[in-house]
């Protein structure tokens, strides 16, 4: 069955620390893992897409990871700021068809 | 703003009334989406538009109806609903492969009262 699963469901985290967020996938065959932000109440917003053949890919504060092998990913923030408090969403996309697999994400919150 | 449009932004309803949702994206995808996302779930997907034809439904109860007279809009006709309804309600687009992913609308936080 495909699943896709984050880890943790919540963190907290003071101003300027850094986090990593996990994401672990069962989907097969694998085209690609995206991650989102989501502010409260807004859509989703396209952090960094990576596909079977890249480790990581940065944006800014954010860099994502991907381990193919392990079907693994994460997402690291550096020097976290209060804008960064959101929900981060992992999605992970097939190779056929148009479905997509999302986590139930990660809730997020800076203090300063 | 992602190019994805929807209006309006909020919407309370009672069980007995109509309304519809409006989507609008002129990023040039072929592809349009529905999502439905509870507090505490995954976004969990309705309706998928590929070139104005409907490729998925997602089991979603027929008080839904969903429509795409092109494709750069979609709706979701409401009829019925009960409060378990209540939530926010996504709209995405991307290409038609998908491969590519895709942008999200800001959504429709509804409530049926």
């Known amino acids: 069955k495909n699943q896709v699963e984050q880890s943790p469901q919540s963190l907290i985290i003071l101003e300027g620390k850094n986090c990593t967020l996990q994401c672990n996938y069962t989907v097969s065959p694998f085209s690609n893992l995206r991650w989102y932000k989501q502010d409260t109440g807004r859509g989703p917003v396209s952090l960094t897409i990576m596909t079977f053949s890249e480790n990581t890919k940065s944006n800014g504060r954010y860099t994502a990871t991907l381990d193919a092998d392990t079907k693994q990913s994460s997402l690291h923030i550096t020097a976290s700021q209060l804008s960064d408090s959101a929900s981060y969403i992992c999605v992970v996309t097939p190779n056929t068809g148009n479905q997509f697999y999302f986590g139930t994400g990660t809730s997020l919150t800076v203090i300063p | 703003e992602t190019g994805v449009t929807q209006t309006p932004r909020h919407l309370v309803m009672g069980m007995t009334n109509k309304k519809s949702l409006k989507c609008e994206q002129h990023?040039?995808?072929?592809?349009m989406y529905w999502y439905k996302q509870s507090a505490k779930k995954p976004l969990e997907l309705m309706f998928v538009?590929?070139?104005?034809?409907?490729?998925e439904n997602n089991s979603v109860p027929s008080r839904f109806s969903p429509e795409c007279p092109n494709s750069s809009h979609l709706f979701l006709h409401l009829h019925t609903l009960q409060p378990e309804d209540s939530a926010l309600y996504l709209c995405?687009?991307?290409?038609?492969?998908?491969?590519?992913?895709?942008?999200f609308g800001s959504g429709t936080r509804l409530t049926v009262v």
């Open positions: 995405a687009s991307s290409q038609s492969t998908g491969t590519y992913g895709y942008t």
């Open positions: 538009y590929n070139f104005k034809e409907q490729t």
């Open positions: 990023l040039g995808h072929n592809a």
